[in-house]
């Protein structure tokens, strides 16, 4: 995840329930700083996953 005035990209890996947080690297100067999601699962609604944002993934990731 891209976060505000931080140098690291921010990994967020979830398994159900639980959710884990660090900083992998630094962003490479020509990288673009973006926020990219990737799901890896079975069964997924796909129309409602593609509704979702990522501000709202990110609330409900940091909610707790």
Do not use: C, H
């Amino acid at each position: 995840m891209a976060v505000p005035n931080k140098a690291m990209r921010l990994v967020v890996q979830g398994v159900g329930n639980r959710f884990d947080t660090f900083y992998d690297r630094p962003w490479q100067p020509d990288e673009p700083r973006q926020t990219r999601l990737v799901f890896i699962g079975r069964f997924f609604n796909e129309d409602a996953t593609r509704s979702l944002n990522t501000e709202t993934i990110t609330t409900a990731i940091f909610k707790n």
